[in-house]
């Protein structure tokens, strides 16, 4: 009979066989670059902004918002989808990424419908980030608050 650890190091090795192996570097680089395009995309739109007269603040939001839309659309196209599946993490990072957590649950569930479908499971991914963002946020004010920022 074997051990647990003897089991443990077993199916490690098992996993260690049958799993392919990840090409790192080229993972980080194709990350690298489609976040480093995404994040071009948004500086482009920013001065474009600038330039037809938007001060800064409001030049930002429409960034953002303009990148949001752009990526809810490509994620309903089906195309965010295979440039996450080629680009990595580079397509997860940015605001875009978050968009596309929102709108894929949605558009996984319209069948189920309007309310228990779309809007029911719209943030399932991105409700625990948007949770824990809120909380954080509440604790590090509070402990700023009391540092007397």
């Keep these: 009979?074997?051990?647990?650890?003897?089991?443990?190091?077993?199916?490690?090795?098992?996993?260690k066989k049958v799993s392919p192996n990840s090409p790192i570097?080229?993972?980080c680089i194709l990350?690298?670059?489609?976040g480093g395009a995404i994040c071009t995309l948004g500086e482009v739109l920013f001065q474009?902004?600038?330039?037809?007269?938007f001060a800064e603040d409001t030049a930002a939001l429409l960034v953002s918002g303009c990148l949001i839309v752009l990526s809810a659309v490509l994620t309903a196209l089906g195309?965010?989808?295979?440039?996450?599946?080629?680009?990595?993490?580079?397509?997860?990072?940015?605001?875009?990424g978050f968009a596309n957590s929102v709108v894929s649950p949605a558009i996984?569930?319209?069948?189920?419908?309007?309310?228990?479908?779309?809007?029911?499971?719209?943030?399932?991914i991105a409700g625990p980030v948007i949770v824990y963002g809120?909380?954080?946020?509440?604790?590090?004010?509070?402990?700023?608050?009391?540092?007397?920022g």
């Design 48 to 53: 474009f902004f600038q330039n037809k007269g």
């Design 31 to 34: 990350a690298f670059f489609s």
């Design 108 to 124: 996984e569930y319209k069948n189920a419908g309007l309310v228990l479908g779309m809007a029911a499971k719209m943030f399932v």
């Design 79 to 96: 195309i965010y989808g295979k440039l996450g599946k080629h680009c990595g993490a580079g397509t997860e990072v940015p605001i875009t």
């Design 1 to 15: 009979m074997q051990t647990n650890e003897q089991a443990q190091k077993s199916y490690a090795q098992l996993v």
């Design 134 to 148: 809120i909380l954080s946020s509440i604790v590090v004010g509070v402990v700023y608050y009391f540092l007397g």
């Design 25 to 27: 570097l080229k993972n």
